[in-house]
């Protein structure tokens, strides 16, 4: 089993900057493709970005140019820099797992998730 804890959420001005960590416990997460998902009160999950356990990268339209994901594998945790906020990126932020070295934008692909971490940009 997999736990993923997610931190560095917070309230921030926008256009201000924020980075999100994943740790994983339990076991690695070499092997395992990771994610990050968004969901705002009554709206679906939304995918943000992606990386296979090798370091290919995927972002959502929304957030590309300004969002940053990374990895490292000896750490077991998985990065989010986020730039240039915007108060439409006000969410929960979810860290998720996959049990394949291969990244998808569909939630329901991934196997483990963390609790989430509120991230508010104010206007």
């Known amino acids: 089993q997999v736990q993923l804890v997610e931190s560095g959420g917070g309230l921030v001005q926008a256009g201000g900057s924020l980075r999100l960590s994943c740790a994983a416990s339990?076991?690695?997460?070499?092997?395992?493709?990771m994610g990050w998902f968004r969901q705002v009160p009554g709206n679906e999950r939304e995918f943000v970005s992606a990386?296979?356990?090798?370091?290919?990268?995927l972002y959502a339209d929304s957030v590309k140019g300004r969002f940053t994901i990374s990895r490292d594998n000896a750490k077991n945790t998985v990065y989010m820099q986020m730039n240039s906020l915007k108060p439409s990126d006000t969410a929960v932020y979810y860290c998720a797992a996959r049990r394949s070295r291969l990244y998808s934008t569909n939630g329901r692909d991934y196997d483990y998730w963390g609790q989430g971490t509120q991230v508010t940009v104010s206007s």
């Open positions: 990386i296979t356990w090798s370091g290919s990268i």
């Open positions: 339990g076991r690695t997460f070499g092997n395992y493709a």
